[in-house]
């Protein structure tokens, strides 16, 4: 691979995070992605992991094998993930937007996204009617949340971890009646996710 002296057009750990954090809520859930398909798998059979540091670069490498679940065809086949393009002198090669890695980084991450939009919807309505919120929904909304932290950006990590608690305990103000509690952490969340949106979106 030639070297490259310009940052931009390099990988940044950023997108590295981001990959292995879609793999980590696929195997979380028993899956693992091979090319466009995402299959059911056991128990690791081996687990390597290797690093090293060479020539100013640090290296690092992890290996697992795992049973196929269900029915599914061997087909003996090995995907790997797409090189870089070469670059010929002079050519400038079209670095990836923003925007285009969060949308092919993640799926898992906007299906969660979706969900929890749902779900927060549902029972905002309950709380503002002085009803409890159905306990298999805010116990779903609440799954999603901590799910969906794999998928936040080192930057605004904090601010998530901090709106899933006050998520929490609205439900749980709710959850027991209180619904004047209920109703301010409501509107905490709902004021932390717009200030979130603006400032990083």
């Known amino acids: 691979m030639p070297q490259k002296n310009n940052k931009k057009d390099r990988l940044s750990l ?4 981001k990959e292995l954090a879609a793999l ?3 195997l979380v859930n028993g899956k693992l992605r091979i090319g466009s398909s995402l299959v059911s798998i056991g128990d690791p059979l081996f687990l390597k992991s290797k690093q090293k540091i060479k020539d100013g670069k640090a290296y690092f490498t992890l290996s697992f094998q795992s049973p196929l679940q269900g029915d599914h ?3 003996s ?3 790997v993930s797409e090189p870089e393009p070469h670059k010929a002198p002079g050519q400038k090669v079209a670095k990836p937007q923003r925007d285009d890695i969060k949308a092919s980084g993640a799926p898992e991450g906007k299906k969660l996204k979706k969900e929890m939009g749902r779900l927060w919807k549902s029972v905002t309505k309950q709380i503002e009617q002085d009803k409890p ?3 298999k929904e805010a116990a779903k909304l609440v799954k999603a949340c901590e799910n969906y932290t794999v998928f936040t ?3 605004w990590q904090k601010d998530w971890t901090s709106c ?3 998520v929490k305990r609205c439900l749980a103000a709710a959850s027991q009646g209180d619904f004047a509690t209920a109703r301010v952490l409501l509107e905490n969340v709902d004021l932390a996710t717009h200030v979130c949106h603006k400032k990083y979106k």
């Open 133 to 135: 919120p159905d306990q």
């Open 24 to 26: 980590a809520y696929d």
């Open 153 to 155: 950006d080192p930057v």
């Open 73 to 75: 065809q061997d087909h």
């Open 14 to 17: 950023d997108l590295v995070a």
């Open 77 to 79: 086949s090995e995907t």
């Open 164 to 166: 899933c608690e006050d």
